[in-house]
């Protein structure tokens, strides 16, 4: 049933403060901004590609490193400062003519549970919100910022079965590419 499921899925979405980050903004001076991201998670983004994902991130927070970050992982689809995420939730299911049930979102606080109550795979970091792990199908093991975004993407693969192939298809690239 699980993979059955999880074979619909076409688009993921992801927050990005508290699950690309663990959630730490620094400010220093003259509006400058830093946000630690992890290289694992910037591999998620390439083996969801290379399993032919669609991927979007929506920050409700505006933020040049968040964009600086994702434009650098070659994503496309990126809201970046939108409170209300129910609109490029929306504008996504449009542009790639999707239903619910072929999303999966993840997130880690109340701003994502509107999302979280209308895809098909909700999930939530280990360190969310409670309110927001309630509404998910899926709980990482990892925290934000250190690799959840790593394992969802992994769990996705290896329960849809996706996995082992998905590898072996980044190991060709990779070696095209030396």
Known sequence: MMKESLNKIKLIISDVDGVLTDGTILK???????????????????MAKTAGYLLAFISGRYSHATEVRL????????????????????????????????????????????VMEKVGLPAAVQNAYPQVKEKAKYVTKAYGGVGAYREFIDWILVKSGKYNQCLEELKVKMMNES
């Open 28 to 46: 220093g001076s003259e509006d400058m901004e830093f946000k630690r991201f992890c290289v694992q998670d910037g591999t998620a983004v390439a």
């Open 71 to 114: 434009k650098e992982l070659k994503v496309s689809d990126i809201y970046n400062g939108t409170l209300n995420k129910l609109i490029p939730y929306e504008l996504l299911k449009k542009k790639y003519n999707l239903i619910d049930e072929e999303i999966a979102y993840i997130g880690d606080d109340l701003i994502d549970i509107p």
